[in-house]
């Protein structure tokens, strides 16, 4: 059996005792497969934390435009609110992922929102950066889990990838 890995936050207080008692917060290895999105509840009553992935966490995120030839990104870090035996996820950053062993890792990221699935966010960094070295891209895109999508093998060698089913 592993070790079981566990994060509190503290709340700082104006007057008496420096913090309050250590609250529970989630990390991205409480959330479930597919993860649950947050609802508005569980956003006003309990914290807000952004974690990074962990070992066997992260998503396969795959962007198919009939423009553009197929990529792959993964998700990164997570913004989790709940506890740790009810969390959920509020958003995902995801970055590339190089299939072919091209250059072309850490120019596009994505974010994706859990509750609406329908406006997630691509960005990308100008093709021509030497001219615009602050240029950015971005445009809306539109989200679905689907187990039953078939993910280039490649992808479950990238560090955190939980192995291929």
């Known amino acids: ?10 709340v700082f207080r104006a007057t008496g005792p420096v913090t309050e008692e250590p609250i529970a917060v989630p990390l991205q290895h409480d959330t479930s497969d597919p993860p649950k999105a ?12 952004v974690v990074p992935f962990q070992p066997g966490t992260r998503h396969p995120v795959l962007i198919n435009d009939p423009a553009e030839p197929l990529r ?12 740790p035996a009810s969390p959920c996820v509020a ?6 992922v190089s299939l072919d062993g091209a250059s072309n890792t850490g120019r596009e990221r994505a974010l994706v929102l ?42 479950y060698r990238a560090r955190g990838v939980r192995v291929a089913p």
């Open 1 to 10: 059996m592993g070790a079981r890995r566990q994060s509190n936050i503290f």
């Open 114 to 155: 859990l509750d609406d699935l329908e406006h997630g966010w691509l960005f990308r960094t100008s093709a021509d950066s030497q001219r615009d070295p602050g240029g950015l891209e971005y445009r809306t895109m539109s989200c679905r889990f689907d187990a039953g999508l078939e993910v280039p093998p490649e992808v």
């Open 72 to 83: 792959v990104l993964l998700t990164d870090a997570a913004v989790l609110h709940g506890t």
């Open 38 to 49: 947050c609802s508005p509840v569980q956003r006003a009553d309990t914290p807000r934390v």
């Open 91 to 96: 958003a995902f950053d995801a970055e590339t």
